[in-house]
Structures are given as structure tokens and as C-alpha cells.
């Protein structure tokens, strides 16, 4: 299913980043800590009720040395651009400024649902100062208070009545679907081209349900297969070629729908915080991952190269450890036949399910090889460990008290699992929860 987007617009100061952080502020603060990761939050998700959506922060889109009223702009254009309904957030103190009107301005020619919110209204007797915003024409304020969390229940009602309806396209069990994502001139159109050229079996072209994306699926050696590829950037113009973060946005609605991620990294250019940024998405959503070197003809080697760069992708990417790493070239088809084999491997792996009994051997084992911590005189105790999903898989530890369970050892249970089973390409979580 493909969540709907919601994106936050105002002019500054009006406390976008403070109602952002308020709606995903929990699933946040439960992200765990990883090294590598770039925490660069313009982009999350958030639940109401029985909604899952994805949220788009503004005031995160820094688009440089723009004048104040083209900045706003700016950010704004690209929030519609992505966004099936919007917040259009004001600042009830100050009441209704020229810079309201203008934003207002430019969400009457966006034709998407608009819910205006009328911020810092911290108690019953200011609901008097929402009055004044019925001037900009978007129907009844919701007065909310982002600083004390007030309204945020009747904003995000009004805003999830204006999601659209899921027609995402369905394919069967057997059918391995995935994405390439990466930064822009990183030649991910080029693989796509010659993956699909190569093996010559396209069976269609579905439109797909993502804004610009195309479905392509095909097969290849009996195994079924769809490209989700986003079509690139619709909309030609300074502010989408100058932010880096537009393709973060792309990006994550490509992942939503996939079993597998490719990476993809331009070899000639190196690694850059950006491809961190967007595989640590990639890794977030729990998605198998390869990552993709491209452009690899273009580079002068020696019989060192391959391994330097391997080791400071490893470096780099210290969360995407149990990621295979490809080199090839999209340009002149080399090595363009070994990535299929490996996303067949992470699609495997993805969706591989252990038997507890063996499972609880490893565990043993490995309590025995490395005794559990202890914290103020009290010791983690393990009674037994189960495997509850897959894609990705996930493990519950039953144990006497959860917080024991620090992240070391947690890392350390996770590499024996992976020396038992492998799991090469896939995350895998682990929980713990009490034994009643």
C-alpha cells in the first residue's frame, strides 16, 4: 500500500518543525541510533487512528541564498508537487501576515485539498484570534497548539478525510519487485535501460500508482520481476536541480513499494552524505539492500581499486553491513548480469523464516560463548526467542526485564543469527519483551 503524503506549508516561524516533530515525534525518538545514518528529518512518517502517511517538513528545505518571499515559494512548490493533501499552517499571535497571503496565494493554484491549522493558540481564550484566517479562504481554521500538542487529533481528522484511495497495483507472491534509488546523474535511467534491454522480456509498461513512477515488469530466467523506477523530475527549474533533498522525497515513495532497494552510486564521483541519506531510508523502511556501483568502465583500476572502494563503502555505510555490494556498468552492459543473481539472494533472504528450535540453539550457544550483561547487580536473562515476520525478519526475545537488553549485546545476538543463517542483504530486528 502506498501511504499518502502530507506536507506541512508556511511562511517561517510559524512552528512547522514543532507540529512535524509532534506527529512523528514517537516513532523518532524510537529510531535506533546507527552509526552512519544522517538524521536529515524533512521527510517521516506518522499514524492517526487507522492511517498511515508520510509527512513533508518545509521549513527542512533549505534552498540557500533565495530572498525571504522565493524561498517560501520555493519550498512550498515542492511540497504541493509531492503532496495528496496539505496543512497550510499559520501563526494565530500575529495574526494574518502579507507573507499568509502570499503562500495562500500559491496554494489556490496548487488544486490539492488545503487544511488550514492556525497555530500557538495555547488555551480556550485565544480561539477569538482564529477569525481573522477565515480571510484566506480555505474554509474553518483548526486552532492547535504545537508547544503543549492541542488540536493535533482534530487537524489530522480533517486532513485523513482528504486521503486518496489505495490503487496500488498488486502482483503475486512469487513477484520480486524492486527500485533503484540514489542521487541525481547517478545513472540509475541507464541501468534500468539495460537491465530490461538485455534480457528483452518486457511484458508491459503499467503506469505505476507512485507520482512518476512506471511499473516494469518482466522475466528473465523463470523469475518474475518489476522495475518500480521513478521517471525523473517533472517539473524543469532551478529550485529541483539546486535541492538535493527533492530526490529523498522521490525516493521514498519508490521504497514503499519494493522488496529490494538498489543503491546506487556513481563510481567516478564517490560517496557523498547524500547516498547515505537515502539508503539510511532504505534501511529504516526495513527493505532488503544491494548496493549498486555504476560507472565503474569510467574509472582507471588497478587490482586494488575494487577493494578500496569496497572498503570505504563499508566505512561509510557502517548500517548497510549485510549489504552485497555490486560493481557494473550501465553504459557498457559490464557486469550488468551478476545484479540479479544478488537481488534474488536479498529477496531470499528478505523473506526467510527460521525454525525456533534452531533458532534457540544459536541463541544458547551463544549466551554460552558470551555471558549476558549485567546492570546495578541485575543480569539479563534469555528464556527464548522466536522469529514473528518476515520482510524483513524480525525476532522477539523473551526475556526478565527488556531494558537490560543493551544495544551491544543486542548487535552482538543479531551477527550470530547472521553467521547461523546468513540473512546477507536483509536487515533483521530484534525485540525484546518481558516473559509473563
Not at 41 to 64: A, C, K, P, V
Not at 76 to 100: K, M, S, Y
Not at 317 to 329: D, H, K
Not at 399 to 422: D, K, M, Q, T
Amino acid at each position: 500500500m502506498v501511504k499518502p503524503v502530507i506536507a506541512i506549508v508556511g511562511r517561517p516561524n510559524v512552528g512547522k518543525s514543532t507540529i512535524f516533530n509532534r506527529i512523528v515525534g514517537e516513532r523518532i525518538s524510537i529510531v535506533e541510533d546507527i552509526p552512519g545514518v544522517t538524521r536529515d528529518r524533512i521527510y517521516s512518517s506518522g499514524e492517526w487512528l487507522t492511517h498511515d502517511f508520510n509527512l513533508i517538513d518545509t521549513g527542512g528545505i533549505d534552498i540557500g541564498d533565495e530572498p525571504f518571499l522565493e524561498q517560501i515559494r520555493q519550498q512550498a512548490e515542492i511540497a504541493i508537487d509531492e503532496a495528496d493533501v496539505i496543512i497550510f499552517l499559520t501563526n494565530g499571535r500575529e495574526g494574518v501576515t502579507a507573507a499568509d497571503e502570499e503562500v495562500a496565494k500559491i496554494l489556490y493554484k496548487s488544486k490539492k485539498p488545503v487544511v488550514l491549522a492556525v497555530n500557538k493558540i495555547d488555551n480556550p481564550e485565544m480561539r477569538d484570534q482564529i477569525y481573522d484566517f477565515y480571510s484566506l479562504g480555505f474554509g474553518e481554521p483548526i486552532p492547535i497548539s504545537g508547544s503543549h500538542g492541542l488540536g493535533l487529533g482534530d487537524l489530522l481528522d480533517e486532513a485523513a478525510k482528504h486521503f486518496p484511495k489505495d490503487k496500488s497495483v498488486e502482483y503475486g507472491e512469487d513477484v520480486i519487485k524492486f527500485s533503484l534509488i540514489g542521487r541525481p546523474n547517478v545513472g540509475k535511467s541507464s541501468l534500468v535501460n539495460a537491465i530490461l534491454g538485455e534480457e528483452r522480456v518486457i511484458v508491459s509498461n503499467i503506469a505505476g500508482t507512485t507520482r512518476d513512477a512506471v511499473d516494469s515488469p518482466y522475466t528473465y530466467d523463470g523469475g518474475k520481476y518489476v522495475i518500480i523506477d521513478t521517471a525523473g523530475i517533472r517539473k524543469k527549474g532551478k529550485v529541483y536541480e539546486s535541492t538535493e533533498k527533492y530526490s529523498v522525497l522521490r525516493a521514498l515513495r519508490a521504497i514503499e513499494r519494493s522488496d529490494v532497494v538498489l543503491v546506487v552510486i556513481n563510481a567516478e564521483e564517490g560517496i557523498i552524505e547524500q547516498d547515505k541519506k537515502i539508503a539510511g531510508y532504505a534501511h529504516e523502511a526495513g527493505r532488503a539492500v544491494v548496493i549498486v556501483v555504476n560507472k565503474w568502465d569510467a574509472v582507471e583500476k588497478d587490482e586494488k581499486t575494487m577493494k578500496e572502494l569496497e572498503r570505504k563503502i563499508r566505512e561509510h555505510f557502517l548500517f548497510l553491513s549485510y549489504a552485497p555490494i555490486v560493481f557494473l556498468s550501465a553504459k557498457t552492459k559490464k557486469r550488468v548480469h551478476t545484479l540479479l543473481p544478488m537481488i534474488n539472494i536479498a529477496s531470499e533472504n528478505h523473506s526467510m523464516r527460521v525454525e525456533t528450535s534452531i533458532l534457540n540453539d544459536v541463541i544458547m550457544d551463544a549466551v554460552a560463548m558470551n555471558p549476558t550483561p549485567t546492570d546495578n547487580g541485575r543480569r539479563l536473562r534469555i528464556y527464548y526467542t522466536t522469529q514473528v515476520a518476515v520482510k524483513p525478519p524480525t525476532f522477539v526475545v523473551f526475556v526478565n526485564e527488556p531494558e537490560l537488553l543493551h544495544f551491544s549485546y543486542e548487535r552482538f545476538l543479531e551477527n550470530r543469527i547472521r553467521e547461523a543463517f546468513g540473512f546477507e542483504g536483509t536487515p533483521i530486528k530484534i525485540y525484546a519483551r518481558e516473559r509473563k
